[in-house]
């Protein structure tokens, strides 16, 4: 066992020393030919990074696009999306004639082959995306590998402006071991592309719509070396429909109303228990509506302040009917008002809520009838 593993090494460095492979030659252009070729030159050398030399670097191309928003977690924190990530590089000195093997292009199981360890860096959740058991090889050496991922990222969300916001979430595409001396991952396609294609083939039409793809090359350093690294942007915005149907335009009614409660007359109806039912009201609905308010630790959305604001003017409502109605029932018991304090709101506070003046009347009453005092003097 020890003589297999030391000849094995043996073949790998010599390998290594004269090219990774050579140009592969094909008895018949069949695909047992082929497959025969690649199972003696290419698939025994799967553990090893497919360059001549340690010092070349390997060029991975990244292409990615967002074919679904399955949904944003406020209170973990978190993006879920699905997409089809495209890795491309080349196996040095790897070729053959397409007439001689019969094809340009050959499908490869993923397990004979080396693959780069690209990961996602906010990935937090365990991969359960489907399977894709081959990749493609192509004479060139030239080898694609495209498969569907589901990706649940770590995302900081920001709910402000909630039902108006736009969040802006980041997607780092980097190896997770190899150095930037070894692996350098390089974007593949423009942004605009990747914008135009993801928009193209999106299938999820929810509460979230992408609104825009950023990306830019960058350099994780750390103290034993760098890693190449790519960062996208996914950038969602926030469909406001259902949230100002559902929760905006029915507080801004309940408020109405209560301001027009004030324009019933006190001795007919009773109007404090009228606010009263108000303020219930607007209870129970932001019971039933509470699910649809997002819940985070960090920041508190400005809708909900709107609605703490609302109640409390609703309560001041009250407060203020129970005033009035108090100094309107009990008046007979107090003395009269004083004359500055009439002054002062008859004249100058009516001015101040444009309350416009009583006119003067300049009809003279006549009456036709003595009154009764004189008839009975007379009488005398």
């Not at 090219?19 to 090893?48: I, M, Q, W, Y």
Request: glycine share 4%; proline share 6%; with cysteine.
């Amino acid at each position: 066992m020890t003589e297999v593993k030391a000849a094995e090494l043996i073949f790998i460095a010599f390998s290594l020393l004269h090219g990774f492979v050579s140009a592969l030659n094909c008895t018949s252009p069949t695909p047992e030919s082929l497959f025969g070729a690649l199972e003696r030159e290419l698939f025994p050398k799967k553990l090893v990074r497919p360059v001549k030399s340690f010092s070349t670097i390997t060029k991975v191309s990244i292409a990615m696009t967002v074919v679904g928003i399955l949904g944003v977690d406020e209170k973990a924190q978190s993006l879920t999306t699905f997409l089809w990530q495209v890795l491309e590089w080349d196996i040095e000195g790897l070729s053959w004639d397409e007439k001689e093997c019969g094809t340009r292009r050959v499908s490869v199981p993923r397990e004979n082959l080396w693959i780069p360890d690209i990961h996602i860096a906010e990935f937090m959740d365990e991969d359960i995306s489907p399977q894709t058991p081959f990749v493609y090889l192509y004479n060139t050496g030239h080898v694609y590998d495209d498969k569907p991922i589901r990706v649940v990222s770590s995302c900081r969300l920001v709910i402000y402006t909630f039902p108006f916001d736009i969040q802006n979430c980041s997607l780092t595409f980097g190896s997770y071991l190899h150095f930037a001396g070894e692996i350098r991952v390089i974007q593949s396609t423009t942004v605009a592309e990747v914008l135009e294609e993801s928009r193209q083939v999106i299938q999820t039409e929810g509460e979230w719509e992408l609104f825009d793809i950023k990306a830019a090359q960058t350099t994780l350093e750390i103290d034993d070396g760098s890693y190449s690294e790519i960062k996208y942007y996914i950038i969602l915005r926030r469909r406001p429909t259902l949230y100002v149907v559902n929760l905006l335009i029915p507080s801004c009614f309940l408020i109405t109303v209560d301001l027009f409660s004030f324009l019933l007359p006190p001795d007919s109806v009773d109007r404090s228990s009228f606010k009263m039912t108000l303020i219930l009201g607007y209870t129970v609905f932001l019971l039933i509506m509470n699910d649809l308010l997002p819940v985070t630790g960090e920041t508190t959305p400005l809708i909900n302040v709107f609605f703490s604001i609302s109640l409390a003017l609703m309560v001041a409502s009250l407060l203020e009917t129970v005033l009035i109605t108090n100094i309107q029932f009990s008046s007979s018991q107090y003395s009269a008002v004083p004359h500055w304090i009439s002054v002062i709101v008859l004249r100058y506070l009516a001015v101040v809520v444009c309350l416009p003046p009583k006119k003067k009347s300049n009809r003279i009453t006549v009456s036709l009838h003595p009154p009764a005092i004189d008839q009975v003097c007379t009488r005398f």
